[in-house]
Each structure stands twice: as C-alpha cells, then as structure tokens.
C-alpha cells in the first residue's frame, strides 16, 4: 500500500534553535533534539506499505505562548526555511503547511515571505479554545477576531489551504467563516481532536461535523486517534466513528496521516499504526483504500 503521509513533523528543539521550534512545549523524540527529515523517513519504513512523499505540518503555533509580534512571527519564517532545508536532502516530494498569526496586523508582510519560500502550499494554525491549546490560554478563541477572518481570506489569494485544528464546540462557527470563502480549501486535522467523552455524547461533535462535511472544500484527516483513547485499536467505537466520518464526508474527502513523531511518543510505532489503520477499513474496496492512504492527499495537497 503506497503511504503520502499528510501530517507529521520534524523539528530542532534545541537552545537557541534556528528552526523556529520551543522545546518548552516541543519534545526530543528517543532523546535527541533534532527530529530530521531522514529520521522521519526512518521511522516511516514499514513492511507492507511504501511512504512515497507527504506533507510537513508546522508545530510552532503552539510554540513561544509568551510572545506575539517579531519574535513569533520569526519564528513562524524560521519553521518554514529550516523544514524546506531539511525536504530538499530527501529524494521524495514534499509539501509544506506553514503558520502565522492571520489576526496579526503584520500578517500581510508575513504572508508575502512564506510565499517566496518553495513548497508552502498551505497554513495551519491551532484554534483549539476551551479547552484551549497552548497560546490560545491567552488569546481566546481566535474564530471571534475579525482580524482573524480578515487574515484568514487572504489565503485565496494564493491559492492556499488550510489546516484547521479546533475542538467540536467550535465547528459551526468555522463552518460559517469557511461557507463565506469557499475558494480556500480547508483539512480538518486529528478527526476534529474529538474526547472520547465528545463521541460518546455525540449530538454536539456529529451536528457540528455535518456543518463542515455540508462544506465541499473541507476535507478532514483521519489520525491521532490517540486523543480520544491510546489504545484506539481495542475500541469499537472509534472503529465505528471512523467509518461513519468515511461515510459522512465521502471516501474522496478523508485522509490517513501518521502525525509522526507525536504519535511516536504515545508508543506507536508506525508498522502497527498503519497495520490497524488498514483494519478499520479492510471491508472497503482497494480503490478506497489506496485514496484514504494516499491519493486523495496527493489531490488536496497539490501534489
């Protein structure tokens, strides 16, 4: 089964690291600060399945929590330059979802040099408010900010994706903003990094997915399944909550992605990640499965 990894990481988490990353809230995965690209591919070697390329997702929105203005925004251009450096040293092709502060009034300027650098293809930046991801414990929930949506729209102008992570409370919301510029595709990260507690109850978590599956540029990743329960693997109902968002949002519109090396850290390692993958959809067809594993990212990414 040929793999296009649409979401994982590499990153330097060092003192004083030029790559833009925070080891504050970062980790050194098997202890060694600097996550590479030949390590990633490394850790991506399994039997069985062929990773043939696939998208970087940026790791600095949750990093520098103190901090707004140039040394963020550097940080964000640094993330971008150091992950491009690293892609150019394999022979497979990658793409890059780079960040920035859409609410920022420097946005502009930002976005005019990430778009200068090869491959950036898109931007992620985590909204996840209540409970709140790392900078957002003091930047709320970035949805309300008319600075945001503003920044937000200026994506179109390059033909750029974007990566939403949010949590289920906040999906109606996003839905609204996208339906309002329905030229910037949109990729719902970590299957809307749902609790168990939020598919259990269901009513909020499903009604808000169908507002975004209404949406035709929205697509959405099936991965970190961790989130609602480390042993994903023994649960039935993960196991049905996947194959009901296949069914929901169609199988042309659902990817599987590693989110390596976090994953990693969770004690995954990639051969039986991909293995159990394989068996929550194993009663589909091979055209199926060969979109959800790779085509369909190739397709949303512009590979």
């Known amino acids: 089964m040929k793999v296009w990894d649409p979401h994982f990481h590499i990153w330097d988490v060092r003192p004083n690291s030029p790559s833009g990353h925070d080891s504050a809230q970062l980790f050194a995965p098997d202890k060694d600060p600097i996550y590479t690209i030949q390590r990633y591919e490394a850790d991506l070697s399994m039997d069985g399945f062929e990773l043939i390329g ?20 550097n940080a964000c251009l640094a993330e971008a330059k150091w992950v491009t450096d690293q892609c150019s040293q394999s022979k497979l092709p990658y793409q890059i979802v780079a960040t920035g502060p859409l609410e920022s009034s420097e946005w502009p300027s930002l976005f005019a040099r990430l778009q200068k650098i090869p491959n950036v293809c898109g931007i992620r930046q985590i909204l996840n408010h209540e409970p709140s991801w790392p900078r957002n414990n003091l930047r709320g929930n970035l949805l309300d900010s008319k600075k945001w949506q503003q920044g937000f729209s200026t994506l179109a102008e390059a033909s750029y994706s974007f990566d939403l992570q949010c949590n289920p409370h906040q999906y109606k919301q ?30 909020k978590y499903w009604e808000g997915l169908q507002a975004l599956a209404n949406l035709e540029q929205v697509s959405i990743k099936l991965s970190m399944l961790t989130y609602p329960n480390k042993q994903w693997h023994e649960d039935s109902l993960i196991k049905e909550t996947i194959n009901k968002v296949i069914d929901l949002f169609g199988f042309n519109r659902c990817i599987f992605a590693s989110n390596y090396p976090v994953e990693k850290l969770e004690g995954w390692d990639a051969q039986s990640m991909y293995r159990e993958f394989q068996r929550l959809v194993d009663h589909r067809s091979l055209e199926e499965q060969e979109a959800l594993f790779a085509l369909n990212a190739m397709r949303i990414y512009r590979a």
């Open 54 to 73: 696939g998208t970087f997702v940026e790791a600095v929105s949750v990093c520098h929590t103190k901090h707004d203005g140039p040394v963020f925004e």
């Open 174 to 203: 996003a839905a609204e903003i996208f339906q309002r510029n329905p030229a910037i595709p949109v990729i719902l990260n970590h299957l809307g990094t749902p609790k168990r507690k939020d598919l259990l109850e269901g009513e």
